[in-house]
């Protein structure tokens, strides 16, 4: 089953996976390795706000902390998401980031 969460298409595993003790584990591991900051404007004064995004999702459940994630800020995140959502090629999906 898909749900709708601010116009993205996520399964309900997905969305369950993101509340579950096992990625909140990994989530905590990556940010421990970006200092608790953004990666890419270096935001830190709140750390709580920030999120950890996903490079790809092919190990989704068995992320490799070190290749399939990264710390940003709320900011940051929203540019990631509009730059992969920017005009591709005829045919082709936007994928995230290999």
């Known amino acids: 089953m898909k ?3 601010k116009n993205i298409l996520i399964s ?3 969305v369950e996976y993101m509340k579950s003790d096992e990625w909140q584990k990994i989530k905590h591991s990556r940010l421990e390795i970006d200092h608790y900051s953004c990666v890419m404007c ?3 004064k709140k750390p709580e706000i920030l999120m950890v995004h996903h490079l790809n999702y092919k190990r989704l459940g ?3 902390v070190w290749k399939d994630l990264v710390t940003l800020c709320p900011v940051c995140h ?5 730059m992969l959502k920017r005009k ?3 045919g082709t ?3 995230a980031v290999v």
Do not use: M
């Not at 929203?78 to 509009?82: I, M, P, T």
């Open 62 to 64: 068995h992320e490799d």
């Open 78 to 82: 929203r540019k990631v998401h509009k």
């Open 93 to 95: 999906k936007y994928n």
């Open 3 to 5: 749900v709708g969460v």
């Open 12 to 14: 309900k595993e997905y």
């Open 42 to 44: 270096g935001y830190s």
């Open 88 to 90: 591709q090629e005829p």
